[in-house]
């Protein structure tokens, strides 16, 4: 059973850091891309970040750039997101993801979903 298992979200104060995890379990992950995504209230599902589980290559949304990074820990199957000077803006529901990646930008695209963890930013 393909399993993606979000955890370590929270309330955090504005300027403050939380890591989420993502812990990979029921398939061979090398040939997908994995990612995060967020949603907020009354929003679109958004990009947030990527990685390649055989190169480690990372990508980001510019709105995180530079604040936020994702790693990864092969022999552990778990990913990721270290998020550092956190703003009230960045308040959603994360969603650990894993597609193409060729598609993995694109929500709809996506082939598996976490469950979401909520990460709320107090101004």
């Known amino acids: 059973q393909v399993q993606l298992v979000e955890s370590g979200g929270g309330l955090v104060q504005a300027g403050g850091s939380m890591r989420l995890s993502c812990a990979a379990s029921?398939?061979?992950?090398?040939?997908?891309?994995m990612g995060w995504f967020r949603q907020a209230p009354g929003k679109e599902r958004e990009f947030v970040a990527t990685i390649s589980w055989s190169s480690g290559s990372t990508y980001y949304a510019d709105s995180v750039k530079g604040r936020f990074t994702m790693s990864k820990d092969n022999a552990k199957n778990t990913m990721y997101l270290q998020m550092n000077s956190l703003k009230p803006e960045d308040t959603a529901v994360y969603y650990c993801?894993?597609?193409?990646?060729?598609?993995?930008?694109?929500?709809?695209?996506?082939?598996?979903w976490g469950q979401g963890t909520q990460v709320t930013v107090s101004s």
């Open positions: 029921g398939r061979t992950w090398s040939n997908y891309a």
């Open positions: 993801a894993a597609g193409r990646a060729y598609n993995i930008v694109d929500f709809t695209k996506i082939n598996y």
